[in-house]
């Protein structure tokens, strides 16, 4: 994934966010999440390792070495920050404290499930805070490559990897789309820019339900008769 | 009375085959003298037990990427890729649980508690292998508590009687760590007389530590200061 694209997914991430959230992102392209908070909006960063209200990355050379992220990078911290140990900042996460977290995926499933921390017989960085945030975030937003190395949907009617945690995403923001979860099932919502509905729907390999409007997202979309085209169209 | 020992005397208690538990995330709030005393005297065959395994030359990470360990207990490596070579050929064991599950494993063990019960993981291959309870018509998984027979934490003040207090975020699994070792070592940054930690603000009752050792300060250069540090192809500082 290019850099605009990481970056045109975590701006559209931050549109998740409301003002008063108490807000954990995960490493990676969710990181970056808090560069692009809107304008007015104030939110609460909460850290594993045990700081609630974390700060922008310090200047060079003002980095406290004890004073980092979750994946061990130096942070500061904003007025009324606290520090805790790690049981306490996962009590707060299985309270339900966290209003929303941004994480990235493996696969998720159309029922919102889950997978993001191994795939068997490859080697695996380990589960982290994942499960934690996945089961108990009020609002479990998904970051990730529509499609991956292989050119096979992530965006599956059943997960096939180990799963982190059942039926829990709310939002799925990939290079290709927005799909929300919902009782009914899993809705296109948004397209990124240049892609059409059509080839949404042939890279997914969930059933999509689309319902007009549909938004386009990152500059003109060209050919809007053609991607109204896809609306019909079976998922492949 | 006063718990203040060298460090010589507290690397006696650290013994090849020793199950060790050990504070830190990312290697902040490891212990560095600790760390370096056990790699320069040679232990292995290390069974640890902590969050994650550090990165390649930081924290827990040298004893793992200099192979001293058998078996670790731990939420994540991915930061270490030694760690994940060595799971992948077989020479060390990993053991997964979700963070959160493991702080609190810890925790129970540092509290007297056999141990928890959790809903995280449930409806995940988690749940292989475990028992479950109902409560209130919701299932959770028993986890069992977690002890070692040493501990060892990094605390940015101590007093004699082993009373702590931590920096920041270095803080983190360090309390926890603590309070469930059979035998508890600190190391502090700064060692202050008897009566010069505000009890109000201390973090770790001394009751909870064995033995406190002046500490050197951190050893290794952090990753924001030596990208190559988190690489596999970098080479160990030299000592």
């Known amino acids: ?236 | 009375m006063t718990k203040i020992r060298t460090l010589d005397e507290a690397l006696e208690r650290i013994t090849d085959g020793c199950t060790l538990m050990y504070g830190g995330f990312g290697g902040i709030g490891t212990p560095p003298t600790l760390i370096e005393g056990i790699f320069d005297k040679g232990v292995k065959d290390l069974t640890i037990i902590g969050n994650d395994t550090g990165f390649p030359w930081i924290g827990i990470g040298r004893l793992v990427t200099a192979g001293r360990v058998r078996k670790v207990v731990t939420s994540h490596i991915g930061s270490n890729p030694y760690a994940g070579q060595k799971m992948e050929e077989g020479s060390m064991e990993v053991v997964f649980y979700p963070q959160g599950t493991l702080a609190e494993k810890i925790r129970a063990g540092g509290v007297g508690l056999g141990g928890i019960l959790v809903d995280v993981g449930v409806g995940t291959m988690l749940e292989e292998g475990k028992e479950s309870v109902f409560i209130s018509g919701h299932k959770y998984l028993v986890e069992p508590a977690l002890t070692a027979e040493v501990a060892i934490v990094h605390a940015s003040k101590a007093d004699p009687f082993g009373n702590l207090v931590f920096d920041k975020s270095g803080r983190n699994f360090n309390p926890l760590v603590a309070m469930a070792g059979q035998f508890t070592i600190a190391e502090a940054d700064e060692i202050v007389p008897i009566g010069q930690l505000d009890p109000e603000s201390i973090v770790t009752p001394g009751i909870f530590v064995d033995m406190v050792i002046p500490g050197k300060g951190v050893n290794w250069e952090w990753v924001w200061e030596k990208p190559a540090a988190t690489g596999s192809r970098s080479v160990p500082p030299a000592n």
């Open chain 1, 1 to 236: 994934m290019g850099e605009t694209s990481r970056d045109r997914i975590a701006e559209r991430a931050a549109r998740e966010l409301r003002d008063g959230m108490v807000v954990n992102l995960g490493i990676g392209i969710p990181t970056k999440v808090a560069d692009f908070i809107p304008a007015g909006v104030h939110v609460t960063f909460h850290a594993e390792n045990g700081i609630l209200g974390a700060g922008a990355t310090p200047l060079s050379g003002e980095e406290d070495g004890f004073l980092c992220n979750a994946g061990g990078y130096p942070v500061t911290v904003v007025d009324g920050a606290s520090y805790f140990d790690s049981a306490i900042a996962f009590a707060m996460i299985r309270r339900g404290c966290i209003d929303m977290t941004v994480l990235g995926a493996l696969e998720v499933s159309e029922r919102g499930d889950l997978a993001n921390w191994i795939v068997p017989g490859k080697r695996a960085a380990g589960i982290g805070g994942a499960m934690e945030l996945a089961q108990k975030a009020r609002k479990v937003v998904v970051l990730m490559n529509h499609v991956n190395r292989d050119g096979e949907s992530k965006v599956r009617k059943h997960c096939q990897l180990p799963l982190t945690a059942r039926e829990c995403v709310d939002l799925i923001i990939t290079d290709m789309a927005v799909m929300e979860v919902t009782g009914q099932g899993l809705i296109l919502r948004e397209v990124m820019s240049p892609y059409s509905v059509e080839d949404v729907v042939r890279n997914t390999e969930a059933d999509l339900i689309i319902t007009e409007p549909i938004a386009y997202i990152g500059g003109e979309h060209l050919d809007p008769e053609k991607s109204n085209s896809g609306v019909d169209a079976a998922p492949s």
